[in-house]
T-cell receptor, first 113, second 112 residues
Framework: DQQVKQNSPSLSVQEGRISILNCDYT??????FLWYKKYPAEGPTFLIS?????DKNEDGRFTVFLNKSAKHLSLHIVPSQPGDSAVYFC????????????FGKGTRLSVIA | DADVTQTPRNRITKTGKRIMLECSQT?????MYWYRQDPGLGLRLIYY???????NKGEISDGYSVSRQAQAKFSLSLESAIPNQTALYFC???????????FGPGTRLTVL
């Protein structure tokens, strides 16, 4: 049973517009969440994270929102750029050292010029 | 130099052969992981190690084994490779309070 779900396998957005990637989780023990970005033929790279004590974290063009009551988080990219085209993985973690991160299956974002 | 390195980067082998994939890290992390990526299936955890004396099975450990030779080295072996083990394999390390994982560049393995 998937504990972390990314229900959209793919998303296309025009350059300059907002990209919104969504992630749902089922385990209420998760207390921090991360987004990773992956280009073809490269390993995933850490993008941004959020602790369960916050509902928003911002880093430049990237903002992650967390809605604990809905067990939902989203990644907003504004403005979207062609270089943002990649696969984005959502991941969730329990208190450090207990269990590894749990990853979603990823969403492929295509930013069209 | 990269913090997490994997060797080889590409490997083609035949069914039944034993294969070892190696991972080294210079981040000083205690925790290391092996994942495989298949199209549409995301990242699936094969094995993980929280320190040198700790080895744990992940979601899909059958057909694989690992060895944690040192804090910085974690190798993955396919005892008798089969075609459905054709995939991208990633090593990762983590440490610190947030346990953020840092990935290597991957090994593309093809089993004929």
């Amino acid at each position: 049973d998937q504990q972390v779900k990314q229900n959209s396998p793919s998303l296309s957005v025009q350059e300059g517009r907002i990209s919104i990637l969504n992630c749902d989780y089922t385990n209420s023990m998760f207390d921090y969440f991360l987004w990773y970005k992956k280009y073809p033929a490269e390993g995933p790279t850490f993008l941004i994270s959020i602790s369960s004590i916050k509902d928003k974290n911002e880093d430049g063009r990237f903002t992650v929102f967390l809605n604990k009551s809905a067990k939902h988080l989203s990644l907003h990219i504004v403005p979207s750029q062609p270089g943002d085209s990649a696969v984005y993985f959502c991941a969730a973690g329990s208190p450090p050292g207990n269990t590894p991160l749990v990853f979603g299956k990823g969403t492929r974002l295509s930013v069209i010029a | 130099d990269a913090d997490v390195t994997q060797t080889p980067r590409n490997r083609i082998t035949k069914t039944g052969k034993r294969i070892m994939l190696e991972c080294s890290q210079t981040k000083g992390h205690d925790r290391m992981y092996w994942y495989r990526q298949d199209p549409g299936l995301g990242l699936r955890l094969i094995y993980y190690s929280f320190d040198v004396k700790d080895i744990n099975k992940g979601e899909i450990s059958d057909g694989y084994s690992v060895s944690r030779q040192a804090q910085a080295k974690f190798s993955l072996s396919l005892e008798s490779a089969i075609p459905n083990q054709t995939a991208l394999y990633f090593c990762a390390t983590s440490g610190g309070f947030t346990d953020t994982q840092y990935f290597g560049p991957g090994t593309r393995l093809t089993v004929l």
